[in-house]
């Protein structure tokens, strides 16, 4: 039977139940709050040229990480458990608001802006830091709007929707947008940025981020896959394969898998206006060879 129990009709779920997905939106929140303050740490570790700055980063980067995994189970378990509830869908956001928009928004402007070397003068290098100031705040503001557009919306549908036996997004979500900040600090080693040029490539991956969270544009959300239904021994493999390769290669693993997932949504808007273009094309008349008439 299983957790099938808890989805007979009239039968209600034991209250202990409820506890399950409420546990794993307060692990979300402790990490968002660990991270932040490992963020700080790093920061002041960095500022006083004290040597262990990179592993508050690191640190930071990872319970980003854990808490997107977190996230990905508890409405789950709230689904196969069938205890739901309203209660448990705005804690839910205000978790998400904290793990993924105030911890990313620091640890960025922390590990990527505040660094810099003057090299190009120390008035350059304070536009970097307001333009830093903005796009992380942009960051968190576009975040916290997806989420108030998820929780409103009844049935989204995306301006480019796809198949419809399959689940979509609108916009990419707030949890893969932290999961990218939190990859790309990890897979650079969590030594804060210096080189003024990788800053501002920074600065564009938090724009391009914050586009993306408040965009109608489609991306899968994977919750028609069901963890109870019986998997093939290529999934078996499969699975296998990636918890050896995030093990062992977890930096590049990670940034692979968080810009397949960010470009994905960028690849099929792009692929769907290609494809409208062509078929709105007007196509060329052939030309006729020769010019001749025959009598």
């Known amino acids: 039977m299983g957790l099938d129990r808890f989805k007979e009709p009239g039968r209600r779920p034991p209250r202990a139940a409820y506890a399950l997905p409420t546990l794993f939106t307060a692990g979300n929140v402790f990490l968002g709050f660990l991270a932040v303050v490992k963020s700080f740490e790093g920061a002041m570790l960095a500022v006083s040229q004290t040597p262990g700055a990179e592993r508050h ?24 458990t069938n205890t739901t509830s309203e209660f448990g869908r705005e804690i839910d956001s205000l978790a998400d608001v904290i793990s993924f928009g105030i911890a990313p928004a620091v640890l960025g402007l922390a590990w990527g802006i ?12 304070g536009q970097l830091l307001t333009a830093g100031y903005f796009f992380s705040f942009l960051f968190l503001l576009c975040g916290a709007a997806r989420l108030a557009r998820f ?17 979509y997004f609108v916009g990419l979500p707030i949890p893969a947008a932290a999961g990218m900040v939190a990859a790309v600090v990890y897979a650079a080693g969590c030594e804060p940025v210096t ?14 981020l914050s586009f993306l969270m408040v965009s109608t544009w489609r991306y899968y959300s994977f919750k028609d896959v069901s963890l109870l239904r019986p998997r093939s021994p290529l999934t078996l493999i499969l699975l296998g394969s990636l918890i050896y390769m995030v ?18 949504g960028i690849a099929v808007r792009v692929g769907g206006i290609l494809r409208r273009h062509w078929r709105a094309a007007p196509h060329e008349p052939e030309r006729q060879v020769g010019s001749g008439s025959s009598a």
Do not use: C, Q
Request: net charge positive; glycine share 10%.
């Open 57 to 80: 980063f690191e640190l930071a980067a990872k319970a980003i990480g854990v808490a997107v995994f977190l996230d990905g189970l508890d409405g789950r378990i709230a689904r196969m």
């Open 114 to 125: 505040f660094f810099v070397e003057p090299a190009a003068g120390i008035l350059a290098r």
């Open 151 to 167: 929780n409103v919306t009844k049935n989204p549908v995306p301006k480019n929707p796809g198949r419809p036996d399959r689940k």
């Open 195 to 208: 080189y003024w040029a990788l800053s501002v490539g920074f600065l564009g991956l938090l724009a391009l």
């Open 247 to 264: 093990w062992h290669y977890s930096e590049i693993v990670l940034l692979a898998m968080a810009i397949t997932y960010v470009g994905s």
